[in-house]
């Protein structure tokens, strides 16, 4: 079975350069409608979306269910099932927000859109050139975070996956990095961590995928989940520091707030056993601490417990 579905996979149409281009001039005539209208009544109707992507994508929705009653064994299905509508508007009302945050969030006007918690210590840190590492999760708005670092003139790197359509990925690249955020596709990133880190830079993940069988695994929300191992590795390797920042929507609204969960440093591992499983746990553990503050802002969509421990398949 899983070979048949890898063959697929490979045999799957990959789209010509002139669909590429084609969904790409749709993408940005549809974006010249959605901008003649505020954010907040945009937001009102991704909603309104997201309870209908709730009713009709059934497998995403079963999944969201299965991670919220795994994860919440002592809630009522009433509550799964608002959290579980509530986390798919939020995921709709996320799409929103990478498109006007470059169009509405200034340098000169963030506090119109966000205020902060526990994050002096961090900040003061990057603006001496100390190299760290910056972990977020698939919770909140997670893009907000890197945009700002960017806009405030922090020297950042973020590491993403470029998108298939190439339009799209420049489209999108651009506006990232429009405002000094710098984005190193995912897969040429090794070559050039050392000299970021050597020269005083901070370099961004988002840090809850799914890292398959070459995980480490670590508990999130009583679970063992993969976890990837380069967070740990990194700030092993080159003795950083970790923070892990969470952004927040407030209510419905084009606001936020960003807190520094935790700042993991690099004297509190030095005397563990295993380093790597403890720094990976660790910083699990804030993301699991923060999506706890509100459960429906996280992804339970996302496919976070797919690959199990082998001692759990032989069991």
Same mark, same amino acid.
């Given at each position: 079975?899983? $070979? ?16 590429? *281009? ?26 309104? !979306?997201?309870?209908?992507? !709730? ?20 809630? %009522?299905?009433? *509550? ?16 929103? %927000? ?11 006007? !963030? ?39 960017? $806009? ?116 509190? !591992? ?28 996280? *992804?339970?969509?996302?496919?976070? *417990? ?10």
């Amino acid at each position: 079975m899983a $070979e048949e579905k890898r063959e697929r996979k490979r045999n799957k149409r990959k789209p010509t350069i002139v669909e590429q *281009w084609l969904v790409y001039v749709l993408l940005r005539i549809f974006l010249f409608f959605v901008f003649l209208f505020p954010v907040e009544k945009v937001l009102k109707f991704a909603c309104f !979306w997201g309870k209908g992507f !709730w009713k009709h994508y059934h497998r995403g929705r079963q999944r969201a269910i299965d991670n919220l009653k795994a994860s919440f064994p002592d809630k %009522d299905d009433a *509550w799964i099932e608002q959290t579980g509508i509530r986390s798919f508007e939020r995921l709709l009302m996320l799409a929103v %927000d990478v498109i006007f945050i470059p169009r509405l969030v200034k340098k000169e006007n !963030w506090e119109q859109y966000s205020c902060y918690k526990n994050v002096e210590r961090v900040k003061w840190m990057m603006a001496g050139k100390q190299p760290m590492l910056l972990v977020t999760g698939h919770y909140g708005n997670f893009e907000i975070i890197g945009y700002l670092l960017g $806009e405030f003139g922090f020297d950042i790197y973020s590491i993403a996956r470029p998108f298939d359509n190439r339009f799209l990925n420049k489209y999108l690249y651009d506006v990232r990095q429009r405002r000094g955020q710098k984005i190193i596709d995912k897969k040429g990133a090794a070559e050039q961590m050392e000299q970021i880190i050597r020269q005083g830079s901070t370099l961004c993940f988002v840090a809850d995928q799914n890292a398959g069988k070459k995980g480490v695994f670590v508990d999130f929300f009583g679970r063992k989940a993969s976890t990837y191992k380069s967070i740990g590795l990194l700030a092993i390797q080159y003795n950083l520091p970790i923070g892990v920042g969470v952004s927040r929507r407030v209510e419905n609204r084009f606001f936020f707030e960003i807190e520094m969960a935790r700042l993991i440093m690099p004297e509190e !591992w030095k005397d563990k056993e295993d380093p790597l499983l403890w720094i990976t746990q660790e910083y699990t553990r804030a993301f699991e601490d923060s999506i706890r503050k509100d459960p429906t802002q996280y *992804w339970w969509i996302h496919d976070r *417990w797919k690959t199990r421990p082998r001692e759990e398949i032989k069991s």
